[in-house]
Structures are given as C-alpha cells and as structure tokens.
C-alpha cells in the first residue's frame, strides 16, 4: 500500500495551493481519508477529512472556510484545496488512509489510521 502526496511548495501569504494525494495497493473507496499537518517544533495535527464516498467532511477551525477536501474515487486521489493561504500554515503535509465500514466517518485523529502517506511541505512565506 502506498499514499503518495504532491503538489506542496512554496507560495506567498494569500496565494493558493492544491495537494493531492493518490493510493494504490488499497481499495480506495473502503478507505475514509484524513489529511494532517505537522508544523516545526510542534506536533501533528488533524486538518480535514472526508468519508468513504465524499458525503461528510470535516475541518479544524484553523483552516474553516480556507481549505476544501474532496476526492475521487475513480482515480484513488483525494485533494486537499488551500486557499488564502498564511505562514501559520507552512507544514509537511501528510494524508491517511482508514479503513471503515461506515459511509459518513471520516478520521479527525491519528489513532485509527491504517495508512500514511510520505508528506509533503508547504511553506508559506514572502
């Protein structure tokens, strides 16, 4: 099994990124999706997440009404739409995989995921 992100970098305060993160080796739509991010110095933290077939979706507070998640299932990809993006922001991004029977969960901690991905660093900065 593989979770693989892509599409960080480096953008200045205000600008936009799209992340993606693409499975394989799994049954993708067995699988609900979390995205995490770990900033310097600090621990990993829950950032959004999406159910089985898109119908529920989670953000933390930080991030509310700045970033969308979705996925496709076709293509074993789930996004990560970041927008008025802040160097609060600036993390290595992670995607996880959790298997689950239930449609509508999505994981908004670390303790049930199955699968991580590598990673991926955003850095936010002028």
């Known amino acids: 099994v593989q979770l693989v992100e892509s599409g960080g970098g480096l953008v200045q305060p205000g600008g936009s990124l799209t992340l993606s993160c693409t499975a394989s080796g799994l049954v993708f739509n067995k699988y609900s999706i979390g995205w995490f991010r770990q900033a310097p110095g600090k621990e990993r933290e829950a950032i959004s997440c999406?159910?089985?077939?898109?119908?529920?979706?989670n953000y933390a507070d930080s991030v509310k009404g700045r970033f969308t998640i979705d996925r496709d299932n076709a293509k074993n990809t789930s996004y990560l739409q970041m927008n008025n993006l802040k160097p609060d922001d600036t993390a290595v991004y992670y995607c996880?995989?959790?298997?689950?029977?239930?449609?509508?969960?999505?994981?908004?901690?670390?303790?049930?995921?199955?699968?991580w991905g590598i990673g991926t660093l955003v850095t936010v900065s002028s």
């Open positions: 996880a995989a959790e298997v689950t029977a239930r449609y509508e969960y999505c994981p908004t901690t670390e303790s049930g995921v199955d699968y």
């Open positions: 999406i159910g089985r077939y898109r119908g529920n979706t």
